[in-house]
């Protein structure tokens, strides 16, 4: 994959949720949702700010993100499903 986002996109691709619940059911597909989890894969430059300087991103190549639920654009490249958000739609870093 070769994808370089520009400015403050960040490419995530999304982690599998879980096909069974805490008591032991098996949910199927048509009962889940998109999972709000993802690996971050590439990220932009930064933020460019009013005074010509840019914000350096605070997420890096690697970092387990949370993201909201309707966040950016969903791209598909080589098969696989990406998404593309701005470093604000990111909510957390989970460490």
Same mark, same amino acid.
């Given at each position: 994959?070769?994808?370089?986002?520009?400015?403050?996109?960040?490419v995530?691709?999304?982690?599998?949720?879980?096909?069974? @619940?805490?008591?032991g059911?098996?949910?199927?597909?048509?009962?889940?949702?998109?999972?709000?989890?993802?690996?971050?894969?590439?990220?932009?430059?930064?933020?460019?700010?009013?005074?010509?300087?840019?914000?350096t991103? @605070?997420?890096?190549?690697?970092?387990?993100?949370?993201?909201?639920?309707? @966040?950016?654009?969903?791209?598909?490249?080589?098969?696989?499903?990406?998404?593309?958000?701005?470093?604000?739609?990111?909510?957390?870093?989970?460490?």
């Amino acid at each position: 994959m070769n994808i370089k986002p520009l400015y403050d996109r960040v490419v995530i691709k999304r982690m599998e949720e879980e096909k069974m @619940s805490a008591g032991g059911i098996v949910i199927p597909d048509s009962a889940t949702e998109k999972p709000i989890k993802g690996e971050v894969v590439a990220v932009g430059a930064g933020k460019a700010l009013d005074n010509g300087t840019t914000r350096t991103p @605070s997420v890096k190549v690697g970092d387990k993100v949370l993201f909201g639920k309707y @966040s950016g654009t969903e791209v598909k490249l080589d098969g696989t499903e990406f998404l593309v958000v701005k470093e604000d739609d990111i909510l957390a870093i989970l460490g």
